[in-house]
């Protein structure tokens, strides 16, 4: 069993910060990739960020810049820092992992957070 648990959204005025959390709980021998993503009603979710177990990251061009992923594996967690906000990042930011549950496990299996909402408005 693996569960995903995000906090940290919230309303923040333009051009604010907020630092969201994610953390894996439950039986698993480890983990892969870790990512951010975001969905708005009506719109196909999209990559906002990914970082993989060596700490290699890549940003989606609109938050290049604003926005740092980073990972704790003593943890099993995946931070999102955003900075500069703007309105056009509202959203529902979701974290997923590459996990493999078990020693004897072949492939990875991606799990997701439940989501958390991010409201940047004046």
């Known amino acids: 069993q693996v569960q995903l648990v995000e906090s940290g959204g919230g309303l923040v005025q333009p051009g604010g910060s907020l630092r969201l959390s994610c953390a894996a709980s439950g039986s698993f021998f480890s983990i892969g990739g870790m990512g951010w993503y975001r969905q708005v009603p009506g719109k196909e979710r999209e990559l906002v960020a990914t970082?993989?177990?060596?700490?290699?990251?890549n940003y989606a061009d609109s938050v290049k810049g604003r926005f740092t992923i980073s990972r704790d594996d003593a943890k099993n967690t995946v931070y999102l820092q955003m900075n500069s906000l703007k309105p056009e990042d509202t959203a529902a930011y979701y974290c997923?992992?590459?996990?493999?549950?078990?020693?004897?496990?072949?492939?990875?299996?991606?799990?997701w957070g439940q989501g958390t909402q991010v409201t940047v408005s004046s």
């Open positions: 997923n992992m590459g996990i493999r549950r078990y020693f004897s496990a072949v492939n990875e299996y991606t799990y």
């Open positions: 970082i993989t177990p060596n700490e290699f990251t």
